[in-house]
């Protein structure tokens, strides 16, 4: 099975990102995890947010693979995206 993601090359100033696709409010959350090179100055909004229950999980779609993801990160992702 391919990785989620590609590495970071750590000679470099490299970053992930995750691009939030569009969606209907109760329709799946999709997701692209990309990497990008600090020097392209690419803009982005930044998000903290706190670890919660780790059992109760929701799903997210992650460069077409499903992921498990913290309840509280996945409702945050969802009023953030368009």
Excluded at 57 to 63: D, E, G, P, R, T
Aim: hydrophobic share 35%; aromatic share 6%.
């Amino acid at each position: 099975m391919l990785p989620l993601h590609e590495p970071l090359d750590p000679s470099s100033t490299e970053i992930r990102l995750l691009t939030l696709q569009p969606g209907e409010a109760a329709g799946p959350l999709c997701c692209e995890l990309r990497k990008f090179s600090l020097k392209l100055r690419p803009q982005y909004d930044a998000l903290s947010y706190t670890w919660d229950d780790t059992i109760n999980k929701k799903v997210s779609i992650v460069n077409g693979r499903t992921v498990l993801v913290t309840t509280n990160l996945e409702a945050a992702l969802r009023r953030l995206r368009y």
